[in-house]
């Protein structure tokens, strides 16, 4: 059961798409070093932080990423959002999202 579980959420990526992810990812990185924790976030800074992190070594290393755990963050009012909200990165962020769109849309 484990190993279906993990070969369902651990996708491995087209190695383009893998890089387009880890440049938007390291962008995302950059923003949540300067933030504090939002009280409409379920999810702290540090988490978000540490999913990120997780995932662009992923990427980096073997092309494979929890697909469903980035796309959660990127959903409309979930953690990232409401994160950049609080912190004044807004503008920045639905850049982001859009570019993580692309990518998503393209080759996932």
């Known amino acids: 059961m ?3 579980w993990h070969s369902i959420f ?3 990526i087209d190695a383009y798409a ?3 992810l880890v ?3 390291e962008d995302v990185q950059s923003f949540l070093a300067e ?3 939002s009280v409409w976030s379920d999810m702290e800074v540090v988490k978000v932080t540490d999913i990120i992190k997780s ?5 980096k290393t073997k092309n494979k990423a929890k697909l469903a755990k980035i796309e959660y963050l990127f ?3 979930a953690p990232l959002q409401e994160i950049a909200m609080e912190n004044g990165w807004v503008d920045e962020y639905l850049v982001l999202a859009e570019n993580f769109d692309a990518v998503s ?3 996932f």
Not at 55 to 59: D, G, P
Request: proline fraction near 4%; glycine fraction near 0%.
């Open 55 to 59: 995932s662009i070594i992923s990427l």
């Open 75 to 77: 959903l409309p009012t």
């Open 35 to 37: 933030s504090d924790d």
């Open 10 to 12: 651990n996708k491995k």
């Open 18 to 20: 893998a890089e387009k």
């Open 23 to 25: 440049a938007i990812l």
């Open 105 to 107: 849309n393209k080759y």
């Open 2 to 4: 484990n190993y279906i």
